[in-house]
């Protein structure tokens, strides 16, 4: 197993840097008088391709040797990945191939086309995933990146939490939604080197609570096709990203679907922004957990913008 | 006619620095490929209050002596100005009355009510309007503070152009949404004074089109009640506004329903913000008129973002 350290954090910063956004963070005075605290909102929904997805997939494309890079590369993805590795590459100007659920967002599948990858669609379930997937590689033999049991992506999201403890200085804690555990994982590896007093949280959503669960039984337990709106989180934790979790996470919260939905909404309403269901369960949970969070200053990771604007959750009122 | 100076600005720009956001300027390599120009964003839909007129209504309520304040202030509006007057009242501490269409969006009047004013409902024409106006000021003795035709507000409204050249430099071009014209009017005082090369462009709706009308006539031409999905400019030009209108602006251009609920939704998929149709006309029209931007530096002002969300103009489909 090959484990990320901060000195792979710091070749990928300044590797991606022409490649990526450094992200705004933006604060609300009606947030921080809701939860008494201070709260900082990386915004990776203003990311390139619109999620914090493109920092490790940059780091992964641009790491390649000019002979692995010019047969390309392939990955399966629930969405923001798979249109970040497609963006990556073809601003290397690579081949992409990306398996997706066909019930994926017809928001991302026509972002990954419009970047230049070509889509294989597969079923909505981790199984059928990776033996569509398996196949792809068999034909292609193009470089997989995984969406993040792989270290360069690791040290890719690792980027965002040192963006942050650059700008902000030490945090009391930083939260960030947990599906695979990458930008989790990130923030684990950046903030136990740079500023170890930060604690990091991880948020998920209710119904496909399996880092939780795991997090408690102390080995991996992976569920295949839970269902949320939260549709970035689906997926299970892996044994890198096990590495980080098991060892530097504080705890893994959770919030119910009306509870993500609402936590949504709010940061529609207030703060002007448009975000994905995945990126309001960071909110959600600490909405739920105030004492928690009382009187500190917390960093709150809004993982991506990519939704269907036809499709919100809320539009059946 | 108490025309506003520059120095009011200046005045202005002192006064709110203390309850107004300086807010961001965006950009994106998206807009700026599509249009062929240097767009700049300047966001104030991360205003206080969700809009623009959080800074007239500031200098007009902060501007007032004691014994006036005391006695509250009152207006009419179409949503915006209404809570950017109760906001900046509530923050003084002082009663504000406001007159607002009973068909004004559910979420402008619950912020209203949040930030203590008090709504009383007309029918949604300028005639009931300011009928039932006339009633309230004679009720109430409150200091009438116009959303538009009044050197306080105009004065306050020219502080967003002042911000954007300070943060910018000189621009070939700014567009801006007309409704009564008040942050054209602020536009063109600022910019005729502090950056005279910059030309002002008003943008409109074409089922609300009165100041493209008026502006060729040479003469104020007032519609009764039109029906547009901005609905933040269905108000006339008054003979403040026509001031600046008639001698600065540059050419009033217009957009349907269809192209500005376009331009919206573009906005909001590629830049992740949340905004008002009224503020996606300036874009509209930027994109019909593609010739007479090309190539230049080009401020765009995005007046607000208090929008229902539970009733977004694409939700039919």
Not at 91 to 101: D, K, Q, Y
Not at 151 to 174: H, N, P
Not at 215 to 241: N, Q, R, Y
């Amino acid at each position: 197993m090959d484990i990320p350290t901060y000195a792979d954090v710091e070749a990928a910063h300044e590797r991606i840097a022409p490649h990526i956004h450094r992200t705004p963070v933006l604060t609300s005075t009606f947030m921080n008088d809701l939860i008494g605290a201070s709260l900082f909102f990386k915004c990776e929904n203003f990311q390139k391709a619109g999620a914090f997805k493109a920092r490790g997939a940059s780091n992964a494309v641009f790491g390649l040797d000019a002979a692995k890079a010019a047969v390309g590369v392939a990955t399966h993805s629930s969405g923001n990945h798979a249109l970040s590795l497609a963006y990556a590459a073809g601003r290397r100007g690579i081949p992409a191939t990306v398996v997706m659920p066909r019930t994926a967002p017809e928001a991302k599948k026509a972002a990954v086309r419009g970047y230049g990858g070509r889509i294989v669609e597969c079923e909505p379930s981790t199984s059928s995933r990776e033996a569509v997937f398996a196949e792809v590689v068999a034909e292609t033999g193009a470089e997989f990146v995984h969406p993040y049991n792989d270290a360069r992506v690791i040290a890719g999201q690792a980027t965002c939490s040192r963006e942050m403890i650059d700008e902000l200085g030490e945090l009391d804690a930083v939260v960030a939604p947990i599906g695979g555990g990458g930008m989790v994982s990130g923030s684990c590896l950046t903030l136990s080197t740079i500023a170890p007093k930060t604690k990091v949280y991880a948020a998920e959503p209710k119904n496909a609570d399996d880092a939780c669960r795991s997090f408690k039984a102390g080995h991996i337990i992976a569920d295949d096709a839970p269902e949320t709106v939260a549709d970035g989180l689906k997926v299970p934790l892996k044994e890198l990203t096990w590495h980080f979790v098991s060892r530097h996470v504080e705890d893994v919260l959770t919030a119910t679907e009306e509870e993500i939905v609402e936590a949504m909404r709010l940061i529609w309403q207030r703060m002007k922004i448009v975000m994905e269901p995945s990126s309001a369960v960071p909110l959600a949970t600490i909405l739920k957990n105030k004492p928690l969070f009382a009187g500190k200053r917390v960093g709150v990771i809004i993982t991506g913008g990519n939704v269907d604007l036809g499709k919100l959750p809320w539009a059946k009122a």
